[in-house]
């Protein structure tokens, strides 16, 4: 074995030191083993540890998570400090203003090449202002070389303006086609107006939903809510409304004969068949029959709401008129307090006075869009945090994990 002596200066410059060896001497294998407590004063470059066959944590996810606020108004910026206080970093240092010739201006003030990037926004008063935002930022986060970029919306601007009315066109898939051309490769929304303007996007959508935090709300801020009714203030909305009932184990109710709005109304948006008979613009022998202009019907209340708690659950609150409508039915037909339940408090115009001086009791949402000023008008108004939901998502994403934990018993009516 002397003869392998010789061999341990050579075998320690090629860094084999600590490996098994096999030598033939005379015609015979022999094995010596080098000492393995031997280790390089310097770490071995990536891919010779690589050859090597070294351990590595297949947990920890390439690149870095960045998360940055893309609204320049400081109300804005509250949901985004909650988010990254709760995943455990802080908020990307950018600079989001105005020019005096009203130009947006973004300038990154740290680098996200090779980094999953996630760009919190929060739709303010100006919303034209804050979807220029989210674009520009997502533009210079792509030019930038980031790995990802994920936008979290939790309210979808221009949602509404999902379906063609008259000769308009449909804003929200023009809108989806901007964030994905300016470089969007995820989105994190919440209880989009309409489903179905996922499909407005090529890249993936996560729509999350704020129903279990209402739900909540409902059984522990609501004492006696076991004498409750869920109430939907339309037609449209009865889904919603039995899929919380369901839940809460509640009954229902359905107020029916309301103004119809600008929504359910002219649904294909060009007023056809023509409501005057014009013989002169099709064929003689053709007689188009003409609809029955419609009429509104008198209001009802498909449910008994007597001596109830009266829940009215939606997805947004804006114009308050028709839940005042709503929440003046059903103090005529006997319910003792009213509750509003929304996802996202728009309240735009009059809406906090307004809510301040009707039969409502109480006005939930939640932190979607920020609403202090609203509150101070209004106290009426509560807010419900779904922060955590959020930071989970974005949690979720980096590390490559499943979403299906966040849609637990979560149906398609939600």
Known sequence: MSQVCWLLPILWQLGLVGREITVTINGILCKEGLSSAWVPREPLPESVEAVTGKQLDMNATKGGLIIFSANSNPASRELGKRISERLGVELGKVQVYQEPNRETRVQIQESVRGKDVFIIQTVSKDVNTTIMELLIMVYACRTSCARNIIGVIPYFPYSKQCKMRKRGSIVSKLLASMMCKAGLTHLITMDLHQK????????????????????????????????????????????????????????????????????????????????????????????????????????????????????????????????????????????????????????????????????????????????????????????????????????????????????????LDD
């Not at 009954?251 to 002169?280: C, F, W, Y």
């Not at 006075?353 to 609203?374: F, G, K």
């Open 196 to 411: 179905e303007i996922q499909g407005f996007f090529n890249i993936p959508v996560d729509n999350l939903r704020a129903s279990p935090f209402l739900l909540q709300y409902i059984q522990e801020e609501i004492p006696d809510y076991r004498n409750a009714v869920i109430v939907a203030k339309s037609p449209s909305s009865a889904k919603r409304a039995q899929s919380f009932a369901e839940r809460l184990r509640l009954g229902i109710a359905v107020i029916h004969g309301e103004a119809q709005d600008a929504e359910s109304d002219l649904v294909d948006g060009r007023h056809s068949p023509p409501t005057v008979k014009n013989m002169g613009a099709i064929h003689p022998s053709l007689e188009i029959p003409l609809l029955i202009p419609k009429e509104k019907p008198p209001i009802t209340v498909v449910g008994d709401v007597g001596g109830r708690i009266a829940i009215i659950v939606d997805d947004i609150i804006d114009d308050v008129d028709s839940f005042l409508a709503a929440a003046e039915t059903l103090k005529e037909r006997g319910a003792y307090k009213i509750f509003v339940m929304a996802t996202h408090g728009i309240l735009s115009s009059d809406a906090p006075r307004l809510i301040e001086e009707s039969a409502i009791d109480e006005v939930v949402v939640t932190n979607t869009i920020p609403h202090e000023i609203q509150k101070l008008q209004c106290p009426k108004i509560k807010t419900v945090d779904i922060s955590m939901i959020l930071s989970e998502a974005i949690r979720r994403i980096h590390n490559g994990e499943s979403m299906s934990y966040l849609f637990r018993n979560i149906g």
